[in-house]
């Protein structure tokens, strides 16, 4: 017989790892052990079984053939020995060996390895406020709480609902609560918009409008002060500024590393609570692995280390603990956070660096805003994507790419192909040159992701001076704030009246683009000219125009009215 | 008055440019000069307007914004003098002029510039073969073609065509002809497969099938040696093998650089007749830039130079030409090749080398397939993707990626992150960590791209053995030719029953996946076992273990019974 590996934790990267390092030393004795009864699923897929659109809940746990993966899969067809509902109490590193405790019998016994693995995975946080342990309060951590509620849903027993927490899992859990079941759902977030960090308040908004259209109430900026229990069930949630009536409360505030273990035994754990590892995956105890949400990464763009809670994430690193356990020297260099989300018929994604939190890293950051289509703008099926390109201005390298798009895979592309340059290092020149297959049913000649590097460029060569959506927004909603602010609209006269109509030509003025070279000493002198029109490069033409002729009074709106009609404003005039 | 810069080629490259350095440079004099009437189109969108998609060729010429991009529109918007319908005739390039024809009146006139830039494009090949002049043989190299084309199908001219070309204009034309039109058209290849070196016999073998079901009859193989000509009309192709008849002939047997301009001032001029520049796109006279489909690039695989006329190259390389006049130092470093097409209901592509240009470039090259899911593989809208990832075996680099899929965007993702991925040279084991973002209605938690380089690794590590589909085709169409050969099924006995029960045990056995640990010895060892399964990863699995107990004589059947139902054989049962 050959090595002993004992892995802690069961859903992905611990599965992984044990089938790898099997193959890789057939003789080698692999043991998984979890403390739950369900293993090796696919967590992600939780909030589509609730949906409805995965019907079983042992889908999430198959393979694509169709086989359950229990404990006697994984003996019979991989050589795994698994022990479900088997707790790890502690680790003795000297002895290396594992306090195993079996759950239904309560017997315990030491388990020898030579090669220790944890993949502990996170741990739901559940928010210190009173209620939290009300009935009808539930976590979206394992198959069972999402077994129970979607049994809770399917009696009937669901009317109201409250998600706490506008990260990916809350919105994605409103909708499976919405969509299919028709339950009346609320979403509350403590930050100022939903997906806080990950995208912007532009982007945010936009996704937020989209929410409320499909009957997810959205409440961004309220924290949740308390569940409100009667008879020990769930009957509302209190807010910093109202109840919400609720049957049922999802808490998905986030997760934390689970690192009890390693630190009981020692090993290097970082404050934010995941435990350190190298480049092979390697704890602080060489013969000690760990990966999947229970360690950290190194961010390739930041160069910081950071938590990536990923189904995907794990996987990877699972693979490289397995070789390296195996003597094959893999590495796992980091990540870049890429994210994707489908919300109803929207698809919002991020990869890298957001504005936020680049300029928190210490980034001369700026954000290049632009709302290209997602294939040849003459290909019948065309639709915008609102993108913002976030770059360096002092080192002109690409930082991130944040996303709002129709629910397809073309979002996805632009990621993807953006990620890959991120962990390279990329440059807004690199960004501008990526080669986008192309052809008119799936990208434009000027794909979206070049073009965002454009005008990156022009922004970092103060080609190109812009005014921000936040900061365009709340001159709107005042405009008497910027008595020399004036907005000039460029599009078509058609496109423009509605608005000057509406606003009056001291606020609002039209000029069109093709007639501008020989207008604009027309054009008012005294005020800054807000440029706008539907995606901001006509805006641009026309300042550098204006800059030309010796106007430089102007300011360019970018990503233009393809983002505001998608952000939606009580300023706008009723159409 | 700045600079002069004159443009001869007014479709892709040559609009770019003169926008970006009219911008760059307001005061520059910058004069575009066509041949043509028509200007600054999306060439590319011709097969969609002759569908019936785009509805008017208007649409290709037009901004995303409805202006119609013609000699007015670049005048009052870009401040950019277009001459249409006038000939570059020859440049003087001691006095920096260019002699012009205004193919209207005849006159001719000369014109200076300060800089000058080549945009002259490619014409396209028509085979020197009889009839090719005859009434109704169309090339669709613009837009006069594509209206005339579409003018003779709208007026009920046209019930059969015969398109000349295997390759991506030619098959989309064959789509275009008969989904809306109905025309009864066959596809002629004179290589053995469609998109020859471009994608592998297996894929096209996919795409040629779909083809074949859409009601286009596909012959590769096969040159067209006359068109033969009634009354000056067409009316049918000979090919190698067999008469076409035909109302239309459709000649897309592909382009080549017209640089004939270029040639005639002395400019260096490569074999392939594309015009030589550097990473400025300078040509070898600093004063005379080249950019588009008149010029070859660096392969960024291969490191040679290589002809790649995609509208979206043609673009990024205006752009850069437009800096460099400027005085920006940007640069085009070149292109991996990149291409995808719709056909039908399929999605096709490729990235970097296939595996017949990597062998012919002297890589030790090989080929990973594999038939992974587009998404979570429990998601309901799931499908299939054939992907084939070529590696190099010494150094273990990737080369290349190519897929045939379903028609959405997921194709493009993948081959959109490895043109990133090639382009910095990665290697198999990056490929293995490529983040894709993932979320079950988009990806995998281990996506395609990275089980691919999974197992090219395992390939490069000469821990699976494999058989190339070519070749399984081969024994399946003449079992007795390698008697020592026998399918292993290892899917569920149901699935494997129908061949067994066709094929016969002395050719097709049946042992599950699941069973194998236990009844390994049951298995021949005097033959070649060929591992079969619905991707592959359980054949391999079970390659291992059996090499593990000493049974080393399998071959795993790469993409398996995925690819296989897909592909289509004459050996198959009926279903």
Redesign the interface.
């Known amino acids: 017989m050959g090595k002993k590996i004992v892995i802690i934790g069961g859903v ?1 990267a611990g599965p ?1 790892a044990a089938c790898r390092v099997k ?2 030393m ?2 080698a004795e692999v043991t998984i052990v979890d403390q739950d009864s369900l293993i090796s699923y ?1 967590g ?2 939780i909030p ?1 079984y609730i949906s409805g ?2 019907s079983d809940e042992k ?2 746990r ?4 169709h ?1 359950l993966r229990d404990e006697d ?1 994984f003996e ?4 795994v020995i698994t022990l479900t509902s088997t707790r790890a109490l502690s680790i003795d590193r000297r002895n290396k060996s594992v306090l195993l405790e079996n759950l239904t019998t309560g017997l315990q016994n030491n388990v020898s390895y030579d090669v220790l693995m944890l993949a502990t995975g996170s741990y739901p946080i559940t928010l210190p406020i009173p209620g939290s342990d009300g009935d009808g309060v539930f976590t979206v951590s394992d198959l069972h709480k999402a077994i129970s509620i979607k049994e809770r849903i399917a009696r009937g027993q669901v009317s109201k609902a409250v998600v706490i927490g506008g990260g ?1 899992i809350g919105i994605e859990m409103a909708e499976a609560l919405t969509d299919l079941w028709g339950v009346e759902t609320a979403l509350v977030e403590y930050m100022n918009h939903i997906l806080p960090r990950t995208i912007s308040w532009t982007l945010a908004t936009i996704l937020e409008k989209h929410l409320k259209e499909n009957n997810v109430d959205v409440f961004a900026g309220e924290a949740a002060e308390e569940i409100v229990v009667v008879d020990g069930k769930v009957s509302a949630v209190r807010t910093s500024r109202r109840y919400l009536d609720a049957d049922m409360v999802i808490m998905a505030a986030g997760v934390r590393p689970q690192s009890q273990l390693a630190w009981d035994a020692g090993l290097h754990v970082a404050a934010s609570g995941a435990i350190v590892v190298n480049e092979r995956m390697q704890s602080s105890d060489p013969d000690i692995y760990a990966a999947g949400d229970c360690i950290e990464v190194c961010h390739l763009v930041s160069g910081k280390r950071f938590h990536a809670p ?7 690193q699972g ?2 603990a397995a070789d390296n356990m195996a003597g094959i020297p ?4 980091g ?2 956070g ?5 919300a109803f018929e929207l ?1 919002v ?1 991020s ?1 890298g660096l957001s504005l936020e939190t680049a300029l928190a890293e210490g980034f001369d950051a700026d954000v290049s805003l632009t709302s290209p ?2 294939r ?5 099926t065309q639709e915008i994507i609102c993108l913002e390109m976030i770059f360096d201005r002092r080192t002109r390298k690409v930082l991130g790419l944040q996303g709002v798009g129709p ?4 979002l ?6 953006a ?3 991120l ?2 290092g ?1 440059s807004i ?1 690199d960004f ?16 979206g992701i ?1 073009a965002a590097a ?1 005008v990156a460029d022009n922004l970092c060569e103060r ?1 190109m001076r812009q005014i921000s959506m936040e900061s365009f927004y709340s001159y709107m909603d005042d405009p008497a704030s910027q008595p020399d602010w004036l907005v000039l609209d460029v ?2 006269v058609k496109q423009a009246a509605p608005l000057v109509d509406h606003f009056g030509k001291s606020w609002w003025i039209s000029l069109p ?3 501008i ?2 207008r604009y000493e027309e054009l008012p002198t005294d005020k800054t000219l807000i440029l706008f ?3 901001g490069s ?1 805006s641009f ?1 026309i300042q ?2 204006l ?2 002729v010796g106007r430089k009074n102007s300011l360019v709106l970018p990503g233009g009215f393809n983002v505001i009609r998608r952000m939606g404003a009580g300023w706008l005039p009723a159409s």
Not at 62 to 65: D, L
Not at 330 to 333: A, D, E, L, R
Not at 338 to 342: P, T
Not at 437 to 445: D, H, N
């Open positions: 992905a992984k193959r890789l057939p003789d696919g992600c897929g589509y659109d995965v889908e999430l198959s393979t694509s053939y086989a899969f019979k067809t991989k050589g990916a990923f189904g995907s994430m794990a996987n990877k693979r490289v893999s590495t796992f260099k990540g870049v890429s994210f994707i989300l489908k698809c994604g990869t289509s997602d040849a703008h003459f290909f019948p629910m397809n895979d073309g996805s592309a632009r990621l993807d192909a990620a890959v340059a962990c390279s990329a020149d501008g040159n990526i080669e986008m297959a192309y052809s008119p049913p799936f990208s434009s000649a000027i794909d070049n454009y080609r599009r078509h683009y093709d007639e070279r020989d029109c539907n995606a006509r033409e550098v125009f800059d030309f």
